[in-house]
């Protein structure tokens, strides 16, 4: 399978979210996770990028999502890999190796 690089987004703020006070802040799962794809998929690259959802960029698709977080109540930090909601909250690691594995990243040995 050949690999397509992935764009991720950790949609979240400077608040933490109220039901995720015992958690890291948005920006801070968003340096680790960063940093922990970085390990596990070396030289295999991905755009990944924190979205602040009280004040997102300009794209329309990430303004509607940051919209949606808001509205829908959602815990975040909220990823998201290609579109698909992969972890809320308290992401985990193995759901977004997974699913980087189903767009043919390679863990390394």
């Not at 596990?40 to 509607?64: A, L, M, R, V, Y």
Request: include cysteine.
């Amino acid at each position: 399978m050949e690999k397509q690089k992935v764009e991720i987004c950790v949609y979240g703020a400077e608040v933490l979210c109220p039901s995720c006070v015992n958690l890291p802040s948005s920006k801070e799962t968003f340096e680790w996770l960063e940093a922990a794809l970085s390990r596990k998929f070396p030289n295999q690259p991905f755009d990944i990028s924190h979205i602040d959802i009280f004040d997102p960029p300009g794209d329309e698709e990430k303004k509607t999502f940051a919209t949606r977080v808001i509205e829908e109540d959602m815990f975040y930090p909220v990823v998201v890999l290609e579109g698909a909601i992969v972890g809320e909250g308290s992401p985990k690691l193995k759901t977004i190796y997974a699913e980087m594995e189903k767009y043919g990243y390679k863990a390394a040995e």
